[in-house]
T-cell receptor, first 115, second 112 residues
Framework: ETGVTQSPTHLIKTRGQQVTLRCSSQ?????VSWYQQALGQGPQFIFQ???????GRGNFPPRFSGLQFPNYSSELNVNALELDDSALYLC??????????????FGPGTRLTVL | KQEVTQIPAALSVPEGENLVLNCSFT??????LQWFRQDPGKGLTSLLL?????REQTSGRLNASLDKSSGRSTLYIAASQPGDSATYLC???????????FGAGTILRVKS
C-alpha cells in the first residue's frame, strides 16, 4: 500500500500568479482534505472532498479551489497569489467519512514561497 | 468554534526522561483526537488516534489519553530518546467529515 504523495516538493511564485498543487491519496481512500500550515503554526483546514464533491470548507477565500478525481488524485488551485499564501500545503486522505474510517494520513507537503 | 491549545510551546529534556505533552480543546463535541509528529519542513506522521468513546491509546513508548469532560488530552512519552525530537501536534475532529482543528504544537528536544 503506497502512502500519500504530493508534488511538487517546493515551488516559488510571484504575487498575482496562479499555482496548482497535486496530491495522490492512498488507494481506496475516498476523502481528501487540504491544509495550509504557516511557519510556526498548526495546519489550518482549507477544504475537503469526498467522492469528487466538496464536503466542507474552512475560512479561505474563493481564490482557493480544488478538484478530486476518480483515480484518488486531487488538486489545490490558488489564484492571484499573495505574499501571505507562502506556507506548507498538506493534503490528507482517509478511507471515508465517519464512521467508516476517520484516521487521516498526511503527505509530505508542498512548500510554496510567494515573492 | 473549536480551539485547540498546546502547552508547553517548547520543551527540552535529557535523554531517558519521561514526559507529558498537554492539549486542551474548547468544544466537548469532539469526535476524535489525533496526535501527530512533524519533523522540520516535513509532513505529519500520525502517532495515535483516540475515538470519542475511548479514554486512551498506546503504541510502544507512547500513550495518549482523552478526557472530553475536561477538554483535555495528554501524550505521554516514556524513556525519551534523541530521535523523539520533533514538533508534536494534536488535532480534534468533528463527526461530519472529520475536519481537523490543530493546536500550534509543542517543539520537543531530547538531549543526549
Amino acid at each position: 500500500e503506497t502512502g500519500v504523495t504530493q508534488s511538487p516538493t517546493h515551488l516559488i511564485k510571484t504575487r498575482g500568479q496562479q499555482v496548482t498543487l497535486r496530491c495522490s491519496s492512498q488507494s481506496g481512500h475516498n476523502t481528501v482534505s487540504w491544509y495550509q500550515q504557516a511557519l510556526g503554526q498548526g495546519p489550518q483546514f482549507i477544504f475537503q472532498y469526498y467522492r469528487e464533491e466538496e464536503n466542507g470548507r474552512g475560512n479561505f477565500p474563493p481564490r482557493f479551489s480544488g478538484l478530486q478525481f476518480p483515480n484518488y488524485s486531487s488538486e489545490l488551485n490558488v489564484n492571484a497569489l499573495e505574499l501571505d499564501d507562502s506556507a506548507l500545503y498538506l493534503c490528507a486522505s482517509s478511507p471515508g467519512l465517519p464512521p467508516e474510517g476517520n484516521e487521516q494520513f498526511f503527505g509530505p507537503g508542498t512548500r510554496l514561497t510567494v515573492l | 468554534k473549536q480551539e485547540v491549545t498546546q502547552i508547553p510551546a517548547a520543551l527540552s529534556v535529557p535523554e531517558g526522561e519521561n514526559l507529558v505533552l498537554n492539549c486542551s480543546f474548547t468544544d466537548s463535541a469532539i469526535y476524535n483526537l489525533q496526535w501527530f509528529r512533524q519533523d522540520p519542513g516535513k509532513g505529519l506522521t500520525s502517532l495515535l488516534l483516540i475515538q470519542s468513546s475511548q479514554r486512551e491509546q498506546t503504541s510502544g513508548r507512547l500513550n495518549a489519553s482523552l478526557d472530553k469532560s475536561s477538554g483535555r488530552s495528554t501524550l505521554y512519552i516514556a524513556a525519551s530518546q534523541p530521535g523523539d525530537s520533533a514538533t508534536y501536534l494534536c488535532a480534534g475532529g468533528r463527526e461530519y467529515g472529520n475536519k481537523l482543528v490543530f493546536g500550534a504544537g509543542t517543539i520537543l528536544r531530547v538531549k543526549s
